[in-house]
């Protein structure tokens, strides 16, 4: 099985900058991409930013420009910069990673989530 752990959130200052970091492990073929997901109570789980083995990115339109992911593949770790944060931006964030497991079989896991707070 995989299992994906989450560091770095918690309660910041609007303006201010946090880093979350999500390491897989277990027993993986291959990673095709990892990303970060974000829901904020009352509203729909959407898609932060996303990145594939292969580096290609994908960012909510919200977040372009204050936020950068990145991935260490040797750690099987992605990043997710967050600078110029905004209140809107408090949500619970949640790891996703899209594994292979063999050539054939593809499964998603997920983060237990981490909270994200910015303060007005």
């Known amino acids: 099985q995989v299992q994906l752990q989450e560091s770095g959130g918690g309660l910041v200052q609007a303006g201010g900058s946090l880093r979350l970091s999500c390491a897989a492990s277990?027993?993986?073929?291959?990673?095709?991409?990892m990303g970060w997901y974000r829901q904020a109570p009352g509203k729909q789980r959407e898609l932060v930013a996303a990145i594939t083995t292969g580096g290609s990115t994908n960012y909510a339109n919200s977040v372009k420009g204050r936020f950068s992911i990145s991935r260490d593949n040797a750690k099987n770790t992605v990043y997710l910069q967050m600078n110029s944060l905004k209140p809107e931006d408090t949500a619970v964030y949640y790891c996703n990673a899209d594994v292979y497991i063999s050539r054939r079989l593809r499964s998603n896991y997920w983060g237990q989530g981490t909270q994200v707070t910015v303060s007005s």
């Open positions: 277990g027993s993986i073929f291959s990673i095709n991409a």
